[in-house]
């Protein structure tokens, strides 16, 4: 009789445990959440399908991996921008708020991607994967550890390479519920989330570690994006927001030419496909 109450006073102190860590995944998702102003155009950098709906400007360098595409083949369903967060193709002051997550740690001078959220808006939302995050879970694409000091100021140091163990994590992640579960109730451990006005505190103590992944397949995004087109996926994109665009090269204003926009300040000339314009220095060709 006494294993059998050790055994059912181990079942309830497991359903008392699942249902705390239930509970604690609310008030952790709500500290974890961006709020962006019900005014004013809000852009969100590194765009996956869980965009906030207040987005209305998704960008992103690699559209293959993050930028905003349903799962059921309807595509976006925003005005979509090929961009680089160090380099935003937007008139200063073009939004009201700004989103970023994973795509800050991809990148290679987080200094320069804070500079330019501070540029294009008054304030904004980051959420990065935290040093544990980093050590335990660690993609290709994250080239940073980052910690987060008491005055909400992001401190960035050098990552080796993809911890060894990386890919076993994220798969028993992605298999198991009760992990998913446990990493949704400490998401503060997960996640370091900071509401920025005016600017954004980031510190650099080291160079950016290694590019595991590879770098952006222009020329498969810009077949993908034909395609997407093609079957009328890509969403139009209003005169409005066309005149917030800029040089990523200059910050100069572009001319639209056909499939291509022009920046006679730089003398680059960025592709369009459909309604998508790709605003990366490595995809301009001379005007």
């Known amino acids: 009789m006494s294993r059998i109450g050790a055994v059912a006073g181990q079942g309830r102190e497991t359903f008392d445990g699942a249902r705390k860590e239930i509970a604690q995944t609310r008030q952790e998702s709500l500290r974890h959440r961006p709020d962006p102003p019900e005014e004013g155009l809000v852009l969100d950098i590194g765009s996956g399908p869980a965009a906030d709906p207040r987005v209305g400007v998704p960008t992103d360098p690699d559209v293959l991996l993050t930028a905003e595409r349903a799962t059921d083949g309807a595509g976006p369903t925003r005005p979509l921008v090929i961009a680089d967060p160090e380099h935003l193709p937007f008139a200063a002051g073009a939004f009201a708020y700004t989103i970023i997550d994973e795509a800050f ?12 959220l501070a540029r294009v808006s008054p304030r904004g939302f980051v959420q990065v994967p935290s040093r544990a995050s980093e050590l335990v879970f660690g993609g290709p694409r994250d080239r940073w550890l980052v910690d987060l000091e008491e005055d909400g100021t992001l401190v960035f140091a050098t990552k080796e390479g993809e911890p060894p163990g990386a890919a076993d994590a994220s798969a028993a992640f992605d298999e198991s519920l009760l992990i ?16 920025w006005e005016d600017t954004l505190a980031v510190r650099v103590t080291g160079p950016a570690g290694p590019r595991i992944a590879p770098p952006v397949d222009l020329e498969r995004v810009q077949a993908h994006l034909e395609e997407e087109n093609r079957r009328g996926h890509l969403p139009f994109m209003a005169p409005e927001i066309m005149d917030l665009l800029r040089c990523p090269a200059s910050g100069a204003a572009l001319t639209r030419r056909g ?18 314009p790709l605003l990366l220095v490595a995809a301009a060709q001379p005007l």
């Open 105 to 116: 740690t991809a990148a290679g001078d987080p200094a320069a991607v804070a500079a330019e």
């Open 180 to 195: 998913r579960l446990g990493w949704a109730a400490h998401r503060s451990r997960w996640r370091h989330s900071v509401a």
């Open 259 to 276: 499939r291509w926009m022009d920046c006679a300040d730089s003398g680059l000339s960025y592709p369009v496909v459909g309604p998508v």
